[in-house]
């Protein structure tokens, strides 16, 4: 299993970006699909979660307003797309899933909920 994450980079603060963290090897169409990001002398931290079917979200409040989770269920795909970025933002962002169900509400804010991650695109705001 195989989680693939792209799309970062050097933007300027205010600029925008669109993660995306491709699955492979098993299908999470059933599973929570979250992001985390982790600068640098920093321990991993929530960004936001998005239920099964797109319907339930979760976004760390830094990032609320900001930032929007979406899936694509027929690609196994999940995306970030971050607008009116700060250089606060600027962060190693890593795409994960759970093993197991579980629903937006659940606790899909920890680290310890999750057992498949990617490999982290990093992510860098200039002011």
């Known amino acids: 299993v195989q989680l693939q994450a792209c799309g970062g980079g050097l933007v300027q603060a205010g600029g925008s970006l669109r993660l995306s963290c491709a699955a492979s090897g098993r299908t999470f169409s059933s599973r929570v699909r979250g992001w985390f990001r982790q600068a640098p002398g920093k321990e991993r931290e929530f960004v936001a979660a998005?239920?099964?079917?797109?319907?339930?979200?979760s976004y760390a409040v830094p990032v609320k307003g900001r930032f929007t989770i979406f899936r694509d269920n027929a690609e196994n795909t999940v995306y970030l797309q971050m607008n009116n970025l700060k250089p606060e933002d600027t962060a190693v962002y890593y795409c994960a899933a759970p093993f197991g169900k579980r629903p937006v509400g659940d606790n899909e804010w920890e680290v310890t909920s999750y057992d498949y991650w990617g490999q982290g695109t990093k992510v860098t705001v200039s002011s």
């Open positions: 998005i239920g099964w079917n797109g319907d339930s979200t």
